[in-house]
């Protein structure tokens, strides 16, 4: 009790006779200032009525659906929670009032229910990006069929060229959703950042008023990342930049090549990094608030959410590298992005370079729970020049497997899709397609592409993974791969 406020009042004039110490803190008012007010005098003005009832009453029948405050003497709004008790005090009755300062329960209560809704928005946004996916990949491979088919149709084949640009954004939103829903490891390969930058800047700022100005060294080291996830943290970043011009202004983004030495202040282990700045004119960031804006939900923005920042954070933090942010009051904002390089990119195979040099022979399974992916995948892998056969879960699939196997002609490679539907998955299939035989060669496949079996598919019992949506020669690469036991 010693920790709340504490009011005494005449029960019948509803004047006050005592405070505590806690009392005097909650109204911003002295207690020689308080003693000899009104009880109504603690509460919002402007909902009078509400709170005349309730003195009226000495706080005995408390609303349970209405939320009660106390008004400081700045003006601030405090929630409050009431009790009160009616004591004796000679032929006098006193109100003895206990106000308890709810603020910080009810911020923890908020932020609660944005988790809950953050996790109801993460699992739908899961599914409808699975569900997306599953869509891209037979929209993506029908059109390279499709351009194999109009190879000498210079208009038909712009024209499918086109389409398959749209399904490749299509594929990075999808991609941002799951990253954003899942989270996960990154699914990381050596790739160079100029064009990533560029377009990632350039499509959260299209149609606004903020405009680019590009500084971006044409000898960009690459870098050994998931691109997508890399695309989340220059899109959230320019996203805050965007916020802080209110729409109107220049966004300077700079990339360039750095070597982090000894004694360097960058918390950073010392070696090659590409550093990439994003700055903006805008009103800059207090000091008081600089320390907590990488903190989840925490945002100065009405319609925030508090994630953007803290998501990229995470996202850079799991590539090994780091956020710095400088900031001044009246100056702008820099944000400069930290991510190690890695000495080159793999040298192009040319045995590898197109469909044509794809072609293949043997028997594929290929088990999914769409009956869609199922036909394309098998049209895909039928123009490679394989024999296709289809399972809907993994019980069948294991089974047509084990047949196969005591059978004259075995599956040379099995295709798993991992998440099914009110069946057994992929990971499950694939463990049992091991106990029976150990040498099965075995690629996963899923439109979840945070999960960590499709960042590390070895660790899981799988030689090789293809991400939904897949294009034709990425099926082609990951199937020609594991035969030739180069996954």
Known sequence: MAGDAIFVADADSGLITD?????????????PETVGRHLLSLHPVDEGGLYAELVKNNY???????????????GRRIPVEISSAILAHGDRRLLLAIFRDITRRMKIE??????????TASLLAGGIAHDFNNLLTAIQANVSMAQQEAADSGTIGKRLQGIEEAVDRARGMTRQLLSFAKGGRPVSKPVRLGAIIRDSAAFVLQGSGVKCDWEIAADLWPV??????????????VINASQA????????????????????????????????????????????????????????????????????QAIVRQHEGRIRVESRAGEGTTFSVFLPAVPGLPAENG????????????????????????????????????????????ETAVRMYKEALAGARPYAAVILDLTVSGGMGGKEAARLLREIDPGARIIVSSGYHTDPVMASPREYGFDGAVAKPYRMDELGKAVRAVLSGRA
């Open 245 to 312: 011009l209110q729409g109107s202004g220049v966004c300077r983004i700079r990339g360039e090549n750095v070597t982090v030495g000894e004694g360097d202040r960058l918390d950073l282990p010392p070696g090659r990094y590409i550093r990439i700045d994003i700055r903006d004119e805008g009103p800059g960031i207090s000091e008081d608030k600089l320390d907590r804006i990488f903190e989840p939900f925490y945002t100065t923005k009405p319609q925030g959410t508090g994630l953007g920042l803290s998501s990229a």
């Open 351 to 394: 045995a590898e370079g197109g469909e044509g040099d794809l072609k293949g022979a043997g028997r594929i399974l290929v088990m999914d729970d769409e009956a869609m992916i199922r036909d394309t995948a098998a049209n895909l892998l039928d123009f490679f020049g394989y024999e296709v056969d289809t399972a809907a879960d993994g």
């Open 60 to 74: 005995s029948a408390l609303p349970s659906d209405t939320p009660l405050y106390v008004q400081h003497s700045s």
């Open 19 to 31: 405070v505590n110490r806690k009392a005097t803190e909650l109204v911003g008012r002295r207690a």
């Open 110 to 119: 908020e932020e609660l229910r944005k988790a809950e809704r953050l996790r």
């Open 224 to 237: 050994n990342g998931d691109a997508d996830q890399i695309s989340q943290v220059i899109s959230n970043i």
